[in-house]
Nanobody, 127 residues
Framework: QVQLVESGGGEVQAGGSLRLSCEASSRTFYHLGWFRRVPGKEREFVASCTWNGDPLKIADSVKGRFHMSRDPMSRYHNKNTVYLEMNMLTSDDTAIYYC?????????????????WGQGTQVTVSS
């Protein structure tokens, strides 16, 4: 019903930037979000927006450095591309980043409230 495919991960030096992409296919207008996970910890909320790209929430740990947006060329209602622009990266940002889709009634930053997940993309920040 919902397909999420992330891309854009990789290795970058501290202070650098990366942009992650999430291609979403869905017949329902879900909210879209980014989470990240490091080994031994639960998935941590990063940012979320509506299907149309209106911002919902962003984690304090990345506020001012990360920005979530929607591709303005996403013209088809059941297909969407959202980005996570990450700047001033530090080693604490090293994680697997996941794109998620959740019900449009929620603004939750708890991973258990989100329904669909991509396969994840690794981001490694070296110092």
């Amino acid at each position: 019903q919902v397909q999420l495919v992330e891309s854009g991960g990789g290795e970058v030096q501290a202070g650098g930037s990366l942009r992650l992409s999430c291609e979403a296919s869905s017949r329902t207008f879900y909210h879209l979000g980014w989470f990240r996970r490091v080994p031994g910890k639960e998935r941590e909320f990063v940012a979320s927006c509506t299907w149309n790209g209106d911002p919902l929430k962003i984690a304090d740990s990345v506020k001012g450095r990360f920005h979530m947006s929607r591709d303005p060329m996403s013209r088809y209602h059941n297909k969407n591309t959202v980005y996570l622009e990450m700047n001033m990266l530090t080693s604490d940002d090293t994680a697997i980043y996941y794109c998620a889709a959740g019900p449009s009634i929620t603004t939750s930053d708890t991973f258990r409230d989100w329904l669909y997940w991509g396969q994840g993309t690794q981001v490694t920040v070296s110092s």
